[in-house]
């Protein structure tokens, strides 16, 4: 991951450029016999990969394109995927699988797949390897340049993947198509820094980034002038907004700037809280990180050696791993290859950990063999290695790989995909220091409160919880009446 943690904003000068590329590829769209194809952009989970999706939209609009829901229909398809639920996984392969039938019959077609999935390198891996009719992969991180990646895949007739772990970028002036005229997503800053066990947010869409207030505010006072009337702020961490800016803002000042009456009528986040309680949400956002500082951070007593951030890498199961790949199966086809030439395999993997075992140098001699020998097709994207974390290999390499010290080199370790050896890598302590600190304190704080649970007070026990969620549901179904008035004024929802 980037060490450094400064909030990247894409020049205007960079958008411009994406822009000119929109419209490179509209002169093309209008020079075909057929005309301009049709998009069909279909998303998968949460609502940032909504608003990301209608950003996509935006530009395949100015790219000439107009919009179906049917793939088979389209000449350009997108799959914005979502990375947090299994389930959600295996839909999009399965949707990606049907879509071979909609490239036989039109071999022009450009299949996309972005979002969260497209970011983690074993998912990349298996669309490179098992599903060759995807066009084009790019990452979150890589959104604000879809026109130049589509404008090269067209172009070139090559299969491009950019999934690079690039720094978090801001993106501002983007075109958007919002699919109702009535309730709009804001996003008002991206990632996360919380690095919970279960979560794969921070390593898909990167560190904490906050877009500048002013730019929030621009765009929401452009959505009330044009009649939206519900607002929705978007973020995976929205009580963190503002850290990193330059000028002082936090998340209560944000909201009491977006949810005034001169701007729209409703303006919403995930979660119901009162005007009062605004400050307290804001400060609890830093509790983590001010108590990670307090206990770990430096000068501390208790900052993390590179030993401890070793242990807290190994606990959390992240690793750097090479290989020598020779495969026994047909990359393109996934169909295993003879016999014969699965035993040559094998025979050249044991003459090359015999080199290997023999030699005074086999680190830098596996890395001659590696570039000579290896047939892993993420080579020339991953020439340094793969750093990953536990289920994002397949097994047999992940087990063979965590059974390594730094700078060991593996036995023959077969897989489906054919036979490996793998050179175990040392990772830099520095690149992830600030996040041992993080895991730190989040440890420290369920340590405290397991030790000193809070006490209910004699007001808590006076609350109603079936009143508080029949209040609650009264002012939900009352925001929810006045909407559908208002759509019912403007002859229902628009579509870009």
């Known amino acids: 991951m980037n060490e450094d943690r400064t909030t990247q904003r894409i020049s205007e000068e960079d958008i411009q450029r994406q822009l000119r590329f929109c419209g490179e590829i509209r002169t093309l769209c209008q020079s075909r016999p057929e005309g301009p194809p049709l998009a069909c952009v279909q998303t998968y989970g949460c609502q940032q990969n909504v608003a990301d999706s209608q950003r996509i939209m935006g530009m395949l609009r100015d790219m000439g394109c107009a919009f179906t829901q049917d793939p088979y229909e389209a000449g350009v398809v997108v799959l914005n995927t979502c990375a947090i639920r299994e389930n959600a996984e295996k839909k999009v392969f399965g949707v990606v699988g049907q879509l071979v039938h909609a490239k036989e019959k039109n071999p022009d077609l450009l299949l996309c797949v972005c979002g969260c999935m497209a970011q983690q390198a074993a998912?990349?891996?298996?669309?490179?390897?098992?599903?060759?009719?995807?066009?084009?992969?790019?990452?979150?991180?890589?959104?604000?340049?879809?026109?130049?990646?589509?404008?090269?895949?067209?172009?070139?007739?090559?299969?491009?993947?950019?999934?690079?772990?690039?720094?978090?970028?801001?993106?501002?002036?983007?075109?958007?198509?919002?699919?109702?005229?009535?309730?709009?997503?804001?996003?008002?800053?991206?990632?996360?820094?919380?690095?919970?066990?279960?979560?794969?947010?921070?390593?898909?869409?990167?560190?904490?980034?906050?877009?500048?207030?002013?730019?929030?505010l621009s765009e929401v006072r452009s959505l009330a002038?044009?009649?939206?009337?519900?607002?929705?702020?978007?973020?995976?961490?929205?009580?963190?907004?503002?850290?990193?800016?330059?000028?002082?803002?936090?998340?209560?000042?944000?909201?009491?700037?977006?949810?005034?009456?001169?701007?729209?009528?409703?303006?919403?986040?995930?979660?119901?809280?009162?005007?009062?309680?605004?400050p307290y949400i804001t400060e609890s956002g830093y509790l983590v990180e001010q108590l990670s500082q307090r206990y770990f951070g430096e000068g501390s007593g208790s900052y993390p050696t590179d030993a401890e951030v070793a242990a807290y890498l190994e606990e959390a199961g992240r690793y750097r791993a090479k290989h020598i790949l020779l495969a026994t199966i047909d990359l393109n086809t996934r169909q295993p290859l003879d016999e014969e030439t699965i035993a040559q395999k094998k025979a050249t993997a044991d003459e090359l950990l015999a080199q290997l075992r023999a030699?005074?140098?086999?680190?830098?001699?596996?890395?001659?063999?590696?570039?000579?020998?290896?047939?892993?097709?993420?080579?020339?994207?991953?020439?340094?290695?793969?750093?990953?974390?536990?289920?994002?290999?397949?097994?047999?390499?992940?087990?063979?790989?965590?059974?390594?010290?730094?700078?060991?080199?593996?036995?023959?370790?077969?897989?489906?995909?054919?036979?490996?050896?793998?050179?175990?890598?040392?990772?830099?302590?520095?690149?992830?220091?600030?996040?041992?600190?993080?895991?730190?304190?989040?440890?420290?704080?369920?340590?405290?409160?397991?030790?000193s649970p809070p006490e209910k007070t004699p007001e808590f026990d006076k609350l109603d919880p079936a009143a508080i969620n029949e209040n609650l549901a009264a002012l939900q179904s009352a925001i929810q009446q006045e909407l559908q008035a208002a759509m019912g004024q403007t002859g229902g929802s628009q579509a870009g």
Request: include cysteine.
């Open 123 to 216: 998912v990349t891996d298996k669309i490179k390897h098992s599903y060759r009719h995807v066009d084009l992969v790019f990452g979150p991180q890589a959104l604000w340049k879809f026109p130049e990646l589509l404008y090269e895949t067209w172009r070139s007739k090559k299969r491009i993947f950019s999934i690079a772990d690039e720094r978090g970028a801001i993106a501002e002036g983007l075109p958007v198509v919002r699919e109702s005229g009535i309730k709009a997503w804001v996003s008002i800053m991206y990632g996360c820094n919380n690095f919970c066990s279960y979560c794969i947010v921070p390593y898909v869409r990167g560190r904490e980034r906050s877009r500048r207030a002013e730019d929030i």
């Open 225 to 278: 002038e044009a009649g939206y009337k519900e607002i929705t702020l978007l973020g995976q961490n929205v009580n963190s907004y503002g850290k990193d800016l330059d000028e002082p803002m936090d998340f209560a000042g944000l909201l009491e700037q977006t949810g005034s009456e001169e701007l729209v009528d409703h303006a919403l986040w995930n979660g119901l809280f009162t005007r009062d309680l605004f």
């Open 359 to 451: 030699a005074e140098d086999p680190v830098n001699l596996f890395d001659q063999l590696m570039h000579e020998y290896s047939e892993d097709t993420g080579l020339a994207a991953n020439p340094e290695g793969y750093t990953t974390s536990k289920g994002q290999m397949v097994a047999p390499f992940e087990e063979a790989a965590l059974a390594l010290k730094d700078g060991e080199i593996s036995d023959i370790v077969e897989s489906d995909f054919g036979y490996h050896i793998i050179l175990r890598l040392p990772m830099n302590p520095d690149t992830f220091r600030a996040d041992c600190i993080l895991y730190l304190g989040a440890q420290k704080i369920e340590d405290m409160l397991e030790s």
